[in-house]
C-alpha cells in the first residue's frame, strides 16, 4: 500500500533563500506480518518558489522578520497550508549559519511543517548535503571513481570528495560570488577580507570604494577561478591558505580527483554562462566568476559532469521518513526517549578496517562541529558478521576514546550498528567509560551520513525502540 506525504524544503543560504514542495510516495515492502519497512518509491517536485536574496538586517544578523514574510508568502503562493505538510527540512547554510541569530532562525522555521529535519549545516556537511543533491555522490558509486563537488555559493566554496557513494575528504574556501559587490554607482561596496589578501598576492589593485575597473575584475575573478581548479589539484599553496575558511580546511594531498561536478548559485554560471547577457545582473561578481570558472576547467584534463541539480543541490525536496525496529539485542541506559533530529555520521566498511580509525572518526565528528559548540550526534558503523569478542572489544575502545576526546561534558553516546552486534558493543563502551554517562547502541538500522534519526520511547516491554530515519531527499 502507498502512502502519498507532502515534503518542503527550506534553505537559508548566504545569498539567496529558496523554498521547494514535494510529493512523495512511501510504500510498505514488506511483506505478510513482518515489521513494516518503507521505503521512498516515487517523488516530484509540485512547487519550486522563487529565489530570494536572503535578507539581513546587518552584516551580522539575518531579518527574521522579512524572512517569515517570504517563507509565509511562498505557502500561499503553493495553496499548501503548514499544518498540511508531513514532513521536511531546514537547512541554515554557508555564511548565513554564522550570524548571530542563526539559532533564532532555525528554530522559527520550525512551525512549517510537521516533522522537521532542522540543521544548521557547517561548511564541511553543506558539502556533503550538496554532494549528494547535484549527483556526485551517486555518481562515485556508480563509476566506483573520485568525484569532488565544488558547492559555490555567495559566501564560500563547499567541497566534498566522494567515492562508492561515500564522502571521504571536505574542505572549505572563502570563494563566492557575493564577496565582491558593487553600489549602483558601480563602485565596490564591498570586498571581503580573504579576497582583498587573494588580490594582494596576485599583484591585483581592489580596494572597497574603487570604480569599478573591467580589467581589475576579471583579473581577480580568474585569480578566484585559478584557486578553486588548485584546491583539487595541487591542493596545498599559498594562494589556497590566504582563502581557506577560518573553521575549514584542504583537501587531503593525497585525495585523488579524476571527475568534477559544480552545485550553488554560481554554477548556473558555469554551466549555462551565455544564457545570462547582464555580468552584474546581481550587483555582485558571481555571473564573471561562473564563466571564469567554466574557462578554467575547460583548459584542464579533468572531467567535468552535468549535475541533476545545481542552485537547488543542497535541499531540493526535502526529508521524509522510514521506520524501523531495532530489536531486543540493543544497550541503552537512562531515560532520554524520545530524542529527535540527531545527525549521523557514516563509517564506510573500509574506513572502519582502517588502522586510522581514530583519525577518521575525529574528523567525521569535526563535520558536524558548530562555531557555538558541538551538537549530539549519532555514529553509524556497518559491523561485520559472526565478529569476535577481541574486535569487538577493539572496537569499544576506539569509539569510546574519541567519543570521550569529542563529547568532554556528560552527552549520551548514540552508535548504529547495521550488524547484530549493538548489545556487546554497548555493554563493552560502558565499560570503557572514564565517568559515567549514558550510552544508546542499537542494530538492525541502515543509514547513511547526512541522515537524522528519531528514536521513540521503548515498547515491548522495553525491549526494542522504534526508529525513525530522516534522508534529505533531493533528486529521484
Known sequence: MRETLVSVGIDVGTSTTQIIFSEIQVENMASGARVPEFKIVDKKVIYKGAIYF????????????????????????AGILPE????????????????????KIMNMLVGYAGEFVVATAGPDLEGILAGKGCGA????????????NLDIGGGTTNIAVFKDGDPVDTACLDIGGRLIYFDKEGRLDYVSESIL???EHKGIDLYEGMVRDEKTISDIVKAMAEVLYESVTVKVNKALELVVSKKGKLLKKETPIEKVSFSGGVSDYIYFNEEEKDSYKYGDIGVLLGRAIRKRFDESALSVMVPEETIMATVVGAGTQTMDISGSTITFTGNLFPIKNIPIVAVTPAEERSEDLKSILREKLSWYTLEDGKQWIAVFLKGQKSMSYKKV????????EVLEEHFKENEPFLVLIEEDLAKVLGQSMLLQLKKKRDVICIDGIKVSGGDYIDIGKPIGNGSVLPVIIKTIVFNY
Do not use: W
Open 54 to 77: 536572503t535578507p539581513l538586517a546587518s552584516r551580522t544578523q539575518i531579518d527574521a522578520v522579512k524572512l517569515k514574510e517570504i517563507i509565509q508568502g511562498e505557502y500561499e503562493k
Open 137 to 148: 555522490a551517486a555518481a562515485s558509486d556508480k563509476e566506483g571513481k573520485f568525484v569532488v
Open 393 to 400: 572489544q577493539d572496537l569499544a575502545v576506539i569509539l569510546t
Open 84 to 103: 498540511t505538510v508531513d514532513s521536511g527540512a531546514v537547512i541554515i547554510t554557508g555564511e548565513t549559519a554564522r550570524k548571530e541569530n542563526a539559532n
Open 197 to 199: 589578501k587573494l588580490a
